[in-house]
């Protein structure tokens, strides 16, 4: 008995502390920090400036203390992720002047800070970009208490500065996430590719036509920004699918200044197995039926004949 308290006690003793640890892991990672607007979609000329604004929101209890940085950033991967680097071909974070002085948010308040954009006059023309970000360090308290450390809330800042630029993309993919459907909704695949030199956001719509040629219906395209050099999943989907047939999807899409066109075309089939193959059934059935009573069928005609 006593070896067995024993051993209940040293779990209890190790999920307390694994409870513990957990608690003040969550505690470190949460923060009550945000910012908006999340992006800066920005055109200018070389040698010209542009003056923004964050505002900068505590929206808990404890005070933070908080200085707003600038970094470059590219494009992570295909679906809108980021990475932050101290090297980009589109670098802008040098051109931004931020107030690096710290200051304390109180719970429950917010604050406007300014950020400069100071573009030289030799810039290159087309996409610079970087993340203007609120750099969260701890107060005395939060510091002992282990909130709030080293955390970074941003947002992405796209500045298109005038001249030549490069306006080009690709459908690297367009496509039906499946063959076949058996019902409704069809999900689109749409992978595009910015070749240019600044940042794109097409916009378009995907024509469905039947077997005879005929538009059945229209689906709104996803827009996204496409970063140069980067290739940008997106996705669609066509909810009010009829029951049977094959059809055609045709990727019609509109981006840049002079509004270039993008297209791809792609075929699948709605079939519903499951309504066929019940069908199916019922029809075999009932041929088995007639099959195996075809003898029965035949008296009970003779029998009829006869009273006739």
């Known amino acids: 008995m006593k070896i067995k308290r024993l051993s209940f006690m040293f779990l209890l003793i190790l999920l307390a502390l694994f409870v513990s640890f957990t608690l003040k892991t969550y505690a470190?990672?949460?923060?009550?920090?945000?910012?908006?607007?999340?992006?800066?979609?920005?055109?200018?000329?070389?040698?010209?400036?542009?003056?923004?604004?964050?505002?900068?929101?505590?929206?808990?209890?404890?005070?933070?203390?908080?200085?707003?940085?600038?970094?470059?950033?590219?494009?992570?991967?295909?679906?809108?992720?980021?990475?932050?680097?101290?090297?980009?071909?589109?670098?802008?974070?040098?051109?931004?002047?931020?107030?690096?002085?710290?200051?304390?948010?109180?719970?429950?308040?917010?604050?406007?800070?300014?950020?400069?954009?100071?573009?030289?006059?030799?810039?290159?023309?087309g996409g610079h970009y970087a993340s203007v970000y609120a750099h969260i360090s701890p107060t005395l308290n939060n510091a002992q208490s282990g909130t709030g450390i080293g955390q970074k809330i941003g947002?992405?800042?796209?500045?298109?500065?005038?001249?030549?630029?490069?306006?080009?993309?690709?459908?690297?993919?367009?496509?039906?996430?499946?063959?076949?459907?058996?019902?409704?909704?069809?999900?689109?695949?749409?992978?595009?590719?910015?070749?240019?030199?600044?940042?794109?956001?097409?916009?378009g719509v995907i024509a469905i036509t039947n077997i005879f040629g005929k538009k059945v219906a229209d689906v709104q395209t996803e827009q996204k920004n496409v970063l140069p050099g980067a290739i940008r999943h997106m996705k669609s989907e066509w909810k009010n699918t009829p029951r049977f047939g094959k059809y055609t999807a045709t990727l019609l899409s509109y981006y840049g200044t002079d509004n270039k066109q993008l297209t791809a075309a792609t075929t699948f089939w709605i079939i519903p197995w499951k309504t066929i193959l019940i069908w199916a059934i019922i029809v075999l059935v009932f041929i088995v039926l007639i099959y195996f009573g075809r003898d029965r069928i035949k008296n009970a005609s003779k029998a009829l004949i006869k009273k006739k």
């Open 28 to 125: 470190a990672d949460k923060t009550n920090i945000s910012i908006s607007p999340l992006i800066f979609d920005l055109s200018t000329n070389p040698g010209d400036s542009t003056t923004n604004e964050l505002l900068i929101r505590n929206s808990g209890k404890e005070p933070m203390m908080i200085s707003v940085e600038a970094q470059d950033f590219v494009a992570k991967g295909e679906e809108g992720d980021i990475s932050l680097t101290e090297k980009s071909t589109y670098s802008l974070a040098s051109w931004v002047q931020t107030d690096s002085q710290k200051f304390v948010l109180d719970g429950g308040q917010n604050k406007r800070v300014k950020f400069i954009i100071r573009v030289p006059y030799n810039a290159e023309p």
């Open 155 to 203: 947002a992405l800042v796209l500045l298109k500065v005038a001249g030549p630029v490069k306006e080009n993309a690709i459908v690297e993919t367009f496509k039906t996430t499946k063959g076949n459907y058996s019902k409704g909704p069809v999900d689109f695949d749409i992978r595009i590719k910015n070749t240019g030199s600044v940042h794109l956001k097409p916009k």
